[in-house]
């Protein structure tokens, strides 16, 4: 129960963050964006899909693995 009391407070922390500064939120995208761009332009918007779906199921798993 108390772990999910901690992921919301740090919810809302992240939230209040990108509410206050999205300028911080812009800089810890950018590089992100950046490279989904880069995979459009060099082999199309499909790869750049796969790409985003791939990296989406990392993220997802691999957050669910260090819990």
Not at 24 to 53: D, K, R, S
């Amino acid at each position: 129960m108390a772990g999910k009391d901690i992921d919301r407070i740090r919810a809302r922390s992240a939230w209040a963050t990108v509410k206050e500064s999205p300028m911080i939120t812009a800089i810890a995208v950018a590089p992100f964006v950046i490279a989904l761009g880069l995979v459009w332009w060099l082999v199309g918007g499909f790869a750049a899909f796969v790409l985003l779906v791939v990296l989406g199921v990392v993220v997802v798993v691999g957050g669910k693995l260090t819990r």
